[in-house]
Nanobody, 123 residues
């Protein structure tokens, strides 16, 4: 089992920045990738970014490329999402996920999920 706890969400004006954190605990040694997804009411959860736990390779959704940066700290079992130049359409609940399969853009590749943290971007 892996437990994930997100933090760092909040309310920010358009153009502002937020940094999300995800702390992992439990059986993290088998993790292949950590990802961030987001969801708005009435829509499916969508991929935002992912990072390979051992190698550090990253991937991003086109909608956030150049604005968001995913990073990790293996010693702390933590993953971060730095979000810059935020737009109202980035408003969503953001979820951290841990998985052992590919492809990293697919929800079904992740076994463990955090509870989510709300990000609201005002115009």
């Amino acid at each position: 089992q892996v437990q994930l706890v997100e933090s760092g969400g909040g309310l920010v004006q358009a153009g502002g920045s937020l940094r999300l954190s995800c702390a992992a605990s439990g059986r993290t040694f088998s993790t292949y990738a950590m990802g961030w997804f987001r969801q708005t009411p009435g829509k499916e959860r969508e991929f935002v970014a992912a990072i390979i736990w051992s190698g550090g390779n990253t991937g991003y959704a086109d909608s956030v490329k150049g604005r968001f940066t995913i990073s990790k700290d293996n010693a702390k079992n933590a993953v971060y999402l730095q979000m810059n130049s935020l737009k109202p359409e980035d408003t969503a609940v953001y979820y951290c996920a841990s998985g052992r399969r590919m492809p990293v853009v697919r929800m079904s590749s992740y076994e463990y999920w955090g509870q989510g943290t709300q990000v609201t971007v005002s115009s």
